[in-house]
């Protein structure tokens, strides 16, 4: 027995009402769907389906095996279209949007190299630190980094981020090293606000959350005016973890308060229904998805 086109048929009959209504949807017999219907209860060992003359009814594990049907045929249909997709030659815009720095240093490079191999399509790319809607906005792929809240956005996890504390080797070595959290009321704090939009800053103290108030002579919603400001010894920032990989790796800002950060924020990458993917957009995403991973990787 063909067991996904006797899952088809199940489908058919339930959303049909009739054997008869499923028949002509599949363009064969109602006897054929009889048996087949049949062979498929044999082979399950359970009923479907309560069946009189006038009408047909689901028993409990009708419906059960009924959802878990849709959802196995539904990943046929899209791995079907997926592939038909990559061999079709993607055109068209695609509107991406991403956080500031991020997209820069990661988007941006992967966007280029896309394009370059299919100069059919064009890319809108917006580059804002805040949440995009992208229906409301036009946008059709987004970068999220934090954790999601439920909606029908489908989201393909990336990685994940720390949260760090950093500051110079020269503020370090003037006002030292803070070993706890609640030090830094001691010291001055360069604020990004994108990432901490109030005065505290969030930690972690064997496995508890804990928020620790801050001060400084500079409060900015601009990552680089941030990182410059801690690089030339104003005090400590707080950022992303690739915010500030390339001065922690240039030795221009050092980590500090390791041993509070809070648990790592994850990186999506998140897009409508797959079944509302264009070609060019899950032609992006098979393209971006690995690259972008791996790239988060080698900055982590």
Not at 135 to 145: F, K, P, S
Request: hydrophobic share 45%; glycine share 8%; charged share 25%.
């Amino acid at each position: 027995m063909d067991k996904l086109r006797a899952m088809a048929a199940f489908v058919r009959i339930v959303d049909g009402g009739s054997l008869t209504a499923a028949a002509d949807a599949l363009g064969t017999s109602p006897t054929s769907v009889v048996r087949t219907l049949a062979a498929l209860e044999a082979a399950l060992g359970v009923r479907l389906l309560n069946r009189s003359t006038r009408r047909i009814a689901l028993t409990e594990e009708g419906r059960e095996y009924l959802e878990r049907s849709r959802r196995i045929l539904s990943e046929v249909d899209d791995a079907e279209a997926a592939l038909s997709a990559r061999q079709a030659r993607p055109t068209g815009r695609l509107g991406i949007t991403a956080p500031v720095m991020f997209g820069r240093l990661h988007v941006a490079p992967v966007v280029t190299d896309f394009l370059a191999a299919h100069p059919g399509v064009q890319v809108d790319l917006l580059l804002l630190d805040r949440v995009v809607d992208l229906l409301d906005e036009g946008m059709d792929l987004a970068v999220r980094i934090g954790p999601l809240p439920d909606s029908s956005l489908v989201a393909r996890p990336l990685g994940e981020t720390r949260r760090m504390v950093c500051a110079s080797p020269a503020y370090l070595a003037e006002r030292g090293e803070p070993r706890q959290p609640g030090e830094l009321a001691d010291h001055e704090c360069v604020r990004f606000t994108a990432l901490e939009g109030g005065s505290e800053w969030a930690f972690e103290a064997l496995g508890r959350p804990l928020r620790v108030p801050v001060r400084g002579v500079l409060t900015t919603n601009q990552v680089e005016a941030a990182l410059d400001a801690c690089a030339k010894g104003l005090g400590c920032g707080r950022f992303l973890g690739y915010q500030a990989a390339a001065m922690l790796r240039e030795g221009r800002l050092v980590r500090v308060l390791r041993d509070f950060e809070p648990p790592p924020a994850p990186v999506h990458l998140v897009t409508p229904h797959s079944r509302l993917l264009s070609s060019r957009l899950r032609a992006f995403t098979d393209w971006a998805v690995p690259r972008l991973r791996e790239r988060l990787r080698e900055g982590a």
